[in-house]
């Protein structure tokens, strides 16, 4: 979630709202963070314990590693290499947590009066970044706007009148949950009784059984 609005009552940490700056620094401090991470787990792996022989390294595996190494010291994710399957099946049994391999979705959160007029000065510039950092998908939207539908929720009619009243923009909540859901690779199912309704979640392609074991491990057998 990025900050693409002016306000003198909300401080920026860095006292000025840029979040093409924001953006590079979150990024810096999550290739940071793999840096660190792919390391140690490079050392571990690639370790040879006293009595034993040397492990055999796949060219696969040296080449996703160089390639990895050679991003994340840049500052760049590396999700912005390119890999062929045989190289990220080979690395991901070394490093299969790291941050800057998953798909990311950005939030940017804009002034009421932006998101309803759906223009912001801000959202070229991030679209650019996106762009040229691995790519994602950018969703507009405004927390306050999105507080004052919250509020109504309970009152349907002076929730539509609301949405009218402002050229129609309405919530944005149930599309990024849906692509929140689609970039995780999860789908979601109910479950009804007489005291409550619940939804699970699991991965899309999960089978009946699967789909069974997320409610009790007991179901899948």
Known sequence: VIRAFESEEVIHVDDSVDPVRDLETIQSELCKKDLEYVQKQIEAFEKVGKGQKAKKISEAYTSAKTKILEHLEKNQPALMATFSDAEIAEFKACAPALITTKPIVYLVNLSKKAFIKKKSKWLPKIADWVSSHGGGT?????????Q?????????????????????????????????YKELSLIYFFTAGDKEVRAWNIYNGTLAPGAAGAIHSDFER
């Open 138 to 146: 950018v969703i507009p939207f405004s927390v306050e706007y999105e």
């Open 148 to 180: 004052e539908l919250w509020e109504l929720r309970d009152d349907d009619d002076a929730k539509k009148k609301h949405i009218e009243a402002h050229d129609g923009a309405k919530s944005v909540l149930p599309r990024i949950i849906k692509v929140g």
